[in-house]
């Protein structure tokens, strides 16, 4: 399974974009870039998710580089209410189940 | 509509009690997940159910562990005689299944807290 590499933590000032890096040097070509969010004591939340090409939603961005080892989700605004853990998940192709790594903790500060 | 739900919020129990933890998933979400979560940590993968078929229990740590979905709807996830490494958050997550390569999104619950005394 291709495994993740992300920052533990970062901060981001309140209105200004976060923007999130993550490693995955091993990923295979038929597998999807996930990323969720864990708000404190609630369980994670999917935010978006891509395979090649970028994908933005009304939540974030996802920027995959061309060789796809390494992604970027952009929060373009981040509120207080964006603090939380941000998870870099590689899905393998032939099951369903997400491997969680440590993920980033964000801290959004006004 | 309803998102997932999960009962008890909370459960103590005294080592070598038997625990018994329900999952009330998205009306209509074929798959079903459990994750299990010790503080400070990112989820682990336990089990995982499409409509009632156990496709995955690759992560269940032992066999003390023991999750079933009979119809396909509501999922039990039951601990026999629980240690206190089983002290943990276990998270049920529901989605619509597969489409292609691409899963659907899984959409969690707020977790079981549980502790063993």
């Known amino acids: 399974d291709a495994k993740t590499t992300q920052p533990t933590s970062m901060d981001c000032a309140e209105g200004r974009a976060a923007n999130l890096p993550c490693n995955h040097s091993?990923?295979?070509?038929?597998?999807?870039v996930y990323w969720y969010r864990q708000i404190h004591s609630q369980g994670p939340q999917y935010i978006i998710h891509?395979?090649?090409n970028n994908e933005t939603n009304e939540m974030a961005s996802l920027i995959i580089t061309e060789d796809r080892k390494s992604s970027t989700l952009i929060l373009p605004h981040a509120t207080l209410r964006d603090t939380a853990v941000y998870y870099c998940i590689v899905r393998p192709y032939n099951t369903d189940k997400l491997i969680f790594g440590t993920g980033t903790r964000l801290q959004v500060f006004p | 509509g309803a998102g997932v739900s999960q009962s008890p919020r909370y459960k103590v129990a005294k080592r070598g009690q038997d625990v018994a933890l329900r999952c009330d998933p998205i009306?209509?979400?074929?798959?079903l997940f459990w994750y299990q979560q010790a503080l400070g940590q990112g989820p682990e993968f336990l089990t995982y159910?499409?409509?009632?078929?156990?496709?995955?229990k690759s992560g269940l740590p032992s066999d003390r562990f023991f999750a079933e979905r009979p119809e396909g709807s509501v999922s039990t996830l039951k601990i026999q005689r629980t240690q206190q490494e089983d002290s943990a958050v276990y998270l049920c997550?529901?989605?619509?299944?597969?489409?292609?390569?691409?899963?659907?999104?899984?959409?969690f619950g707020p977790g079981t807290r549980l502790t063993v005394t």
């Open positions: 091993t990923i295979s070509g038929n597998e999807y």
């Open positions: 997550a529901s989605s619509l299944g597969t489409s292609g390569g691409a899963t659907y999104e899984q959409y």
């Open positions: 009306s209509g979400h074929v798959s």
């Open positions: 159910f499409q409509n009632e078929a156990q496709l995955d």
């Open positions: 891509g395979l090649k």
